[in-house]
């Protein structure tokens, strides 16, 4: 029986190319995962023995601990530190290697412009131009050789954010109203957004509202009163222009008073009256007429 650290048993997995038998371990496809400390176990009906440990060490190139590339926000004239950390074997005397590149050309950063620990390197990075705004590029070396990807820092202008757009009102009653925009780019750094409401034509500032996303709930308003609403994205590098939106608010309908007047009379009623009133003289002229006859 072979065991693999702490114990956990290796079993045959062909299609991981994992292979034991009574007296042998084959690994047909060694992975990083692979090493470790191996140990093998015999036992009979006389009882166990285990045999040395035996430490199986996998040599691999260097790779990026953030695989991801990163993008950085930095004003001109501000410093920012770049940490190019990798994962290796041997990891001792790594060599690290940084370039800049941008639309015009590629070159290679000064080696004491960066510093080595171990497993990293540190590159303090400060644009002074448009020119000095691209990509840096990290490559670390070990015995192995040099890593296949590098470990990328685009480093973009900071600045404030831009101004939202498309506001609309996407809920209104007459006490309360909900405004919804569309953010635009954040400037490179985390954006919030603040919106104003304004009692219209007075200016007068009614409250200041704060949300992660450029939509707000505003309640507790005065039917009959117009309002005026600024929302503006913000981040560390400053305010985006604000955006106004009109918002008018409903009037509650006013409660008149006066005297009740008779609901108009219909024409057919009127037709039906005369009909009526027809028959009714009819029947009378019969009866005059009859009594007269019975007299003679």
Known sequence: MVEWNEGERVRSQKKFGILVSDRNLVLQTVRRSSAGNYTCTATNSQ?????????????????????TPQTVAVAEGENTRLSCQV????????????????????????????????????????????????????????????????????????????RVTNCVLVNLTVGTLEVECMSGSDGGKPQHFVARVFAAPTHTLIATLQEPTPRFHVGDLTPGQDYLITVTAVNAKGNSEPEEIDAVRLKVAEKRMGEVSEPPVSPLVGVFLGLVGGFVLLLMAAVVLSRARSNR
Do not use: M
């Not at 691209?134 to 050789?145: I, K, M, P």
């Open 47 to 67: 009882g166990s023995t285990t045999s040395n440990s035996l430490t199986l060490d996998i040599l691999y190139l260097p790779v990026c601990k953030n695989g």
């Open 87 to 162: 994962d290796a074997r041997p990891q001792t005397s790594l060599k690290f290697t940084w370039y800049f590149n941008n639309t015009l050309d590629t070159v290679e950063v000064e080696q004491h412009r960066f510093t080595v620990l171990p497993g990293t390197s540190i590159l303090d990075y400060t644009p002074r131009s448009a020119r000095d705004y691209g990509t840096l590029s990290c490559w670390a070396t070990n015995s192995v050789g040099t890593q296949a990807d590098p470990c990328r820092f685009t480093v973009v202008e900071a600045g404030p954010p831009e």
